[in-house]
């Protein structure tokens, strides 16, 4: 994970806090975007590099899937509450226990 900026963790996880305010629905839909990607960029690279462990590959593909864009899921404003700020714990913890 070395040939992959930090910025790469810590954004998606500040633009993940930053959703929990009340923001223009363009905001959740450009985060679905930055989340989804970021976390397939971190799987890719975890498995092209072999440092990622299959339980972190696991975990990022579901954040992937649930933060598309192309299909997105809609889940009432509460649960996003939780979602968000877990995505951004487990963004925080990744890149402190495996970059």
């Keep these: 994970m070395k040939s992959i900026s930090r910025l790469v963790w810590i954004v998606p996880a500040i633009l993940l806090v930053a959703a929990v305010a009340q923001l223009p629905y363009g905001y959740y ?4 975007i930055v989340i989804c990607g970021s976390a397939a960029l971190i799987v890719v690279v975890g498995f092209r590099e072999r440092t990622s462990t ?9 954040i992937a899937i649930l933060f598309n ?10 649960a996003w509450f939780f979602l968000d700020l877990g995505t951004a714990g487990v963004f925080a913890a990744h890149l402190i226990f495996v970059r």
Aim: no cysteine.
């Design 29 to 32: 839909t450009f985060i679905r």
């Design 54 to 62: 299959q339980a972190w590959s696991i975990v990022l593909s579901l």
């Design 69 to 78: 864009p192309i299909v997105p899921i809609h889940l009432d404003r509460s």
